[in-house]
DNA sequence: TTCGTGATGACACCTGGTGTCATCACCATA
DNA sequence: TATGGTGATGACACCAGGTGTCATCACGAA
């Protein structure tokens, strides 16, 4: 046996998921979600760097594959079929198992303008790094801006879609149709 | 003479723009902006419902000019024409005395995570609303939200380039363009 | 003169977040 | 076995953002 329980992370964040469903995620303190894991206000931000980041967790390694998708795609890819590449190793991260926590953190999330904010930011990231890596691959930066945003779009709906009650397609066939859908729609704007 | 100063939200806004610039956004408490500007940082919260929100203040009134304008396209306006309408409008309110200002709260914002947060946010209004007034025109969900975020990537190529230094070009100029180059590279994404 | 109103000050309070030091199981090495 | 280093945690003090509440006081209306 070690000295701590194991998982503290996970005890965290289960800690959190808990509260936040119970008692709405303004009237939960950091000290009590450490206390029902087990541990102290202290070691809370030791794992997460503030107390929104427990719902964000986990988000850290979609840059890293939608960048690298996006470079290894083939020289003779378009910017949006690199896109769609992107996504699709990106969602395919996302098994049916992580979809009932997708729905739970999406409920606590999208009622509150703090973690909006939070949520906004990990998009941008997002996008951000799919438009850098488009630039590495020579797009110039209308285009590679505007590819990304498009994908972060179709990223979103596809996720909105995917935690939609009585859903059971899987993440990664969602986004993929999402974005046909927006290409399909570039069409008509103008 | 009345009890009190008059311009009690410009004073604080003022305040705090001089000391972020003397010394940084986070070295700066809301007691020193209140105190800078005569008063207490009870009355600075009474005027900003947070400390980064001085720096955003001034914003509400462009999403009621963006979703007006678009709701008075005419009829026949394709969803980028009115898009094109309803960034005019907004940003013929910027007019060059406000560019000097514009550049110093970008400079604030731009190295800090909170407060890119917060202008996420505020990009994010600003968008929902276009494209909420793109669906009240009738624009079916994929093409507004996408047109509405083309918008908004124009909002903000063309803020960027009217606060670069040397720039002297009008910001509606310089959005229009911006949206005019989105609209070409939609033809290039493939 | 009197009364209501609105903006402010004063003050206590809570909570998110950080700095710092002590503690103690675990591990490697002698 | 002994010894010393390391890493995760606890304990505790502290700061700053943000809120609730009550008192104050100029101003305008009646």
Redesign the interface.
């Known amino acids: 046996m070690s000295r701590w329980e194991p998982n503290t992370r996970e005890r965290l964040l289960d800690a959190a998921l808990d509260l936040f469903g119970e008692r709405g995620y303004d009237d939960v303190t950091v000290a009590e979600i450490a206390e029902r894991a087990g541990l102290t206000k202290r070691t809370f931000f030791r794992h997460f760097s503030d107390k929104r980041e427990v719902l964000f967790a986990g988000q850290e390694p979609l840059s890293r594959i939608l960048a690298e998708t996006i470079a290894g795609a083939p020289a003779a890819a378009?910017?949006?079929?690199a896109i769609a590449a992107a996504l699709t190793a990106a969602a395919e991260a996302f098994g049916p198992e992580r979809r009932e926590r997708g729905r739970q953190v999406q409920s606590v999330v999208s009622g509150h303008?703090d973690l909006?904010?939070?949520e906004?930011?990990k998009?941008?990231t997002l996008t951000g790094a799919m438009a850098g890596a488009l630039r590495e691959r020579g797009v110039?930066d209308?285009?590679a801006?505007?590819?990304a945003?498009?994908g972060g779009?179709a990223f979103s709906?596809g996720f909105h879609r995917w935690i939609a009650p009585g859903s059971d397609r899987a993440f990664a066939e969602l986004v993929r149709e999402?974005l046909d859908?927006?290409?399909?729609?570039?069409a008509?704007?103008?």
Do not use: K, N
């Open positions: 378009t910017p949006i079929e303008s909006r904010e939070r906004l930011l998009h941008a110039a209308p285009a801006s505007l590819a945003e498009i779009l709906t999402a859908e927006l290409v399909a729609a570039t008509t704007l103008g």
